[in-house]
């Protein structure tokens, strides 16, 4: 079941998103899709791969910067207002929380409770609601027959955020992929996005 929170976020100010998972992920297709989204939109935006090593398993780190005006920055994401984190194992390997605002949304990919987490002092820190889980890799499996969790993720971050529309997201998917695999893509995305409208509805 997904929870996620309530609240949109204000584009009048710099969006910082950080996505951690681990190689083989699609963690830096994410970033640019997201990019893409926003783009569309006529928004400014930037994507900025991970540095180190991308080989299969290991962590890996993409960021992304979204604002209605030209972004000077050009770094990675060290105070992030949005993370996303891919693969649950990394909860506790890597300090994925490092730096994130005090107002900052969490999405986390799992089929666990956020109880079962052991992010107590996370979830207490963070405004009500704005830790959110999503089954990315359940939902990748059923409609990709594959376990890539980034569309679905995406799918569920615009959601949460309300930064850009589904419909951008939808748009961005065709760019990267063709065919079959953009429709199951997308479709991905639409039943995470569906997912996190209804978890909202239950919360209100």
């Not at 080989?55 to 994401?77: C, S």
């Not at 027959?145 to 971050?157: D, E, F, Q, V």
Request: contains cysteine; charged residues 20%.
């Amino acid at each position: 079941m997904l929870v996620i929170g309530t609240c949109p976020w204000d584009i009048s100010v710099m969006l910082q998103v950080r996505i951690h998972g681990r190689g083989g992920q699609g963690v830096v297709t994410a970033a640019e899709m997201l990019s893409i989204a926003a783009f569309e939109e006529g928004k400014h935006a930037q994507a900025i791969p991970s540095f180190g090593s991308e080989r299969m398993g290991a962590p890996v780190v993409a960021y992304v910067r979204i604002d209605d005006v030209p972004i000077e920055l050009n770094e990675p994401v060290m105070n992030p207002d949005v993370l996303v984190v891919q693969d649950p194992t990394l909860l506790q390997a890597v300090d994925v929380f490092s730096g994130l605002a005090d107002d900052g949304f969490v999405l986390i990919n799992t089929r666990r409770a956020i109880a079962d987490l052991r992010i107590e002092d996370l979830v207490e820190r963070l405004p009500p609601g704005h830790v959110a889980t999503v089954p990315a890799t359940g939902l990748a499996l059923q409609y990709l027959g594959r376990s890539t969790p980034n569309t679905a993720l995406l799918g569920a971050l615009v959601a949460l955020t309300n930064v850009i529309a589904l419909q951008s997201v939808t748009e961005a998917i065709n760019e990267k992929f063709v065919g079959e695999l953009a429709a199951r893509n997308i479709e991905v995305a639409q039943r995470a996005h569906d997912a996190a409208r209804a978890g909202q509805s239950r919360r209100s």
